[in-house]
């Protein structure tokens, strides 16, 4: 197979930072001791660098997304990501509730917002935007979140809705290889489903960029499919999500599958996190007062929280988050639409894609596993119907191919002329036709890959690092016209003088962040 | 009993350098023979090196398949060896001096003794099995490892000594029994479990705890204010451990948890409390 294509993963930057910071009793678990090729490291659900490219490469992933990086922290994530080894990686530049973009949308000149977003995107060294409960993250500095699409933002004439389609806009008029990459508002909460379906309606009528009909990407979209108006009629809505998304081709998304472990939640929806950590006082894992937790405002640009969360197989909530993902995965019938993610640390680690395959692959697996969980996830959603099992080209598809195609990378998922040589090869120890019966060996086989090759280069043999190259971070440039940046220059020197911390010449990311980078030049419509 | 005696060569030359000795349990030592026990591997500072470089070992020509059936026995200036008996299950092990850090963190059954003093962690996160110590203890005895919320969950500890601070914090099963006394924040964040204290104790005992019980047999000098007095009985029976004899200032807390946790301070040593 091609090498795999994780689209979101927290692998890199402060709030990830943070998250180590944060659980000391969670790398213990999990030492990596050096070898004479690799170095040492700490594991679980927030990964020392070096052990993340490891991670991967042994699952025989060569490339991976950081999706949340704001733009003042920018260097530290490209730190972060020079020193993950062997994948490929590039990172999303948060938009959703930048000062400069909220307070010119209402009055909006599109050549100045175009010209804003392709500055950030080359300032920040970003992949493409992403917005993060857009709005709501601004909202979330006064104490308050946005809960419609059309609340207001906070002081600005802004709505989430202006914003998503504003941004939408941008996106296709750069010609981004990308779409907006979108964590929807209500995350998390149940009854979002309502405001996913809204969310992606107002988008539909955007022109798709060249050589791709999709306007969206809708991530861990489990998390913004819930229905019922408290956790106690907590249930599936993603039918009628997935449905959408069948009769619609403007709309990708990736899972964020949740799986029964201990694991730490990370985003940059810090209104978000602050009601996880009240959510933790109440079960049964946590602490009487609650989980530990940290939550931030990063300036003008964004917020972000860290929970630890604890998945249990048998609180029904858990049961049911289990049961969508899959339930995604297995009722989009046009794979290219959709591909695996945990939202890595969010739902899981994502060193249990394994597991997420054979729950694929086999019923049975799927089925012993609802058998195991709370009743919950039979009753509340669909799963218990779906008779469906992939195939390896199937699971090709949605752990790499789709991937790919989303991010519109022309040199990765497949292994036809110009791609790179990116490969993975499992043995699984059992006939290939056989393996929905043989679940475990799914696993087993794509736990540790029998040789991963990066770049021609063999990495990993027998799932030892045998050679730990470096590799190369993506990165987009929008090729602009000179006039579009004239009016806004004296905006964006002004808004820096009076109200960063950090002065403009010292904002932007420089070339030496990227010893080893993948340029993407779009033309811009 | 198949003993292991392990003696160390010659004083460590730098003591400033932890050893990390996690190999020294009965459960690693289990199926090898003495030859391959020798050439186990512990690390000092960022060097490896062989068990034998640093002990002189004798004992049985093969340790057998069980490792209820081994006992190891430490003699040295080992106060700065770290991790020994972590996550062992069964055996013995005798330690014929104080020891450094992590002692028997993780373990999950058989016996360690001490016949010194003991640094921090000692029994971190325990789940069973005994540790006897019969010098005094660090901080952090039968606690939780760094950042973990869930800490010793089962098995006994004794100290005929004194401790330090952090005694018992996050714990969810077992008894701690301390001879001497401790200082502060006893039971810190207690959930579950007992520690009694036969000497005196400094203050903070208890914060935040949400269950379990604390007896001082002792003099606890200050008592948080987030506690509150209930009422004297005459003994108090404890589960695994007997019957001790009386009376008791009961006392419940803490008020800035849940209300859950009790503290039994013996009352002719602890009328200024209730003053």
Redesign the interface.
């Known amino acids: 197979m091609p090498g795999g294509v994780d689209i979101h993963a927290h692998i890199a930057g402060p709030k990830v930072n943070s998250g180590r910071l944060?659980?000391?009793?969670?790398h213990?678990i999990d030492p990596l001791k050096k070898t004479a090729v690799a170095r040492s490291g700490t594991g679980r659900s927030v990964p020392s660098t070096y052990y993340t490219g490891y991670a991967y490469a042994r699952l025989g992933y060569t490339f991976a997304m950081e999706p949340a990086m704001p733009p003042l922290e920018a260097r530290h994530t490209h730190e972060e990501l020079m020193d993950i080894p062997i994948i490929d990686k590039g990172a999303y530049t948060l938009l959703g509730s930048n000062w400069f973009v909220l307070e010119r949308i209402s009055e909006m000149n599109k050549d100045e917002m175009a010209a804003f977003v392709a500055w950030l995107l080359k300032a920040s060294g970003g992949y493409s935007i992403k917005l993060v409960n857009p709005g709501g993250e601004e909202t979330w500095a006064w104490g308050k979140n946005v809960h419609t699409l059309d609340d207001l933002v906070g002081s600005f004439k802004a709505t989430p809705r202006k914003i998503i389609k504003t941004l939408a806009a941008v996106n296709e008029r750069l010609s981004l290889p990308q779409t907006i990459h979108l964590h929807t508002n209500n995350l998390g909460i149940p009854g979002n489903h309502d405001v996913t379906l809204e969310t992606m309606n107002a988008v539909k009528g955007i022109k798709p960029g060249k050589g791709r009909k999709t306007n969206m990407h809708l991530t861990h979209i489990q998390f913004s499919s819930y229905g019922g108006k408290g956790w106690n009629d907590f249930c599936s809505e993603a039918p009628e999500i997935a449905h959408y998304i069948n009769k619609n081709d403007h709309v990708s998304c990736d899972v964020g599958q949740i799986i029964f472990t201990n694991t730490t939640t990370m985003t940059a929806d810090g209104a978000w996190e602050w009601t996880l950590r009240g959510i933790t006082e109440h079960l049964a894992w946590?602490?009487?007062?609650g989980?530990?937790w940290m939550n931030t405002q990063v300036e003008l640009e964004s917020s972000s929280g860290v929970v630890p969360y604890i998945f249990r197989r048998k609180n029904p909530v858990n049961a049911v988050q289990w049961a969508i993902g899959l339930e995604f995965l297995l009722m989009i019938k046009d794979l290219n639409k959709v591909n695996i993610s945990t939202d890595h640390p969010n739902g899981g680690p994502f060193t249990f894609y394994p597991t997420i395959f054979s729950w694929l692959m086999s019923k049975e697996a799927r089925d012993r596993m609802l058998s195991r969980t709370d009743k919950a996830a039979k009753e509340k959603t669909s799963l218990a119907e779906l008779t469906r099992e992939f195939s390896l080209a199937e699971i090709a598809q949605v752990s790499r191919v789709s991937a790919s195609k989303i991010l519109g990378l022309k040199n990765k998922g497949h292994l036809g002329i110009g791609a790179d040589a990116d490969i993975a090869i499992y043995d699984f120890k059992a006939p290939l036709n056989e393996l929905n019966k043989n679940y475990k060996a799914v696993e087993k086989g794509f736990a540790k890959a029998a040789y991963t090759i990066k770049d021609g280069e063999l990495v990993l043999k027998d799932g030892e690092i045998v050679s730990s190259p470096f590799g190369r971070t993506f990165r987009v440039e929008a090729n602009i016209p000179e006039d579009w940046t004239l009016q806004i220059r004296d905006a964006i020197e002004d808004r820096f003088r009076k109200h960063y911390t950090v002065s403009l010449a010292n904002y932007a990311v420089q070339k030496e962040y990227f010893p080893n980078e993948e340029l993407i030049t779009t033309e811009p419509r | 009993m198949k003993q292991f005696i392990l003696t160390q060569k010659k004083p460590v030359i730098n003591p400033n350098i932890p050893i990390e000795a996690d190999v020294i349990s009965p459960d690693i030592f289990a199926k090898k023979s003495i030859e391959e026990i020798k050439k186990l591997i512990i690390w000092r500072g960022n060097r490896q090196l062989a068990l034998e470089e640093i002990f002189s070992l004798s004992g049985e020509e093969h340790a057998g398949d069980s490792p209820a059936e081994i006992e190891i026995l430490l003699t040295g200036e080992l106060s700065k060896y770290k991790h020994i008996g972590e996550k062992m299950s069964e055996g013995k092990i005798t330690i014929k001096s104080s020891i450094g850090m992590h002692l028997g963190s993780l373990m999950s059954g058989g016996k360690i003794v001490v016949e010194g003093d003991t640094h921090d962690f000692a029994g971190a996160n325990m789940t069973g099995g005994e540790i006897h110590i019969q010098g005094n203890a660090g901080h952090y005895l039968g606690g939780?490892?760094?950042?973990?919320?869930r800490g010793m969950s089962g098995g006994k500890i004794k100290v005929d000594g004194n401790v330090l601070n952090e005694c018992g914090i996050?714990m969810r099963k077992g008894i701690i029994e301390i001879a001497g006394s401790a200082t502060m924040f006893l039971g810190m964040?207690l959930?579950r479990g007992t520690i009694i204290v036969h000497g005196d104790v400094i203050e903070r005992a208890g914060a935040?705890m949400?269950g379990g019980e604390i007896i001082i047999l002792g003099k606890l000098h200050k008592n948080l204010p987030s506690f509150e007095f209930k009422e004297t009985i005459d003994e108090l029976p404890i589960e695994g451990y007997g019957t001790i004899k009386g009376p008791f200032l009961v006392f419940v807390g803490d008020y800035a948890?849940?209300k859950q946790g009790k503290m039994f301070l013996l009352k002719k040593k602890n009328e200024h409390l209730i003053d």
């Open positions: 944060l659980r000391p009793e969670d213990i946590s602490p009487r007062s989980s530990k | 939780s490892m760094r950042g973990n919320w996050w964040h959930h935040e949400t948890e849940r």
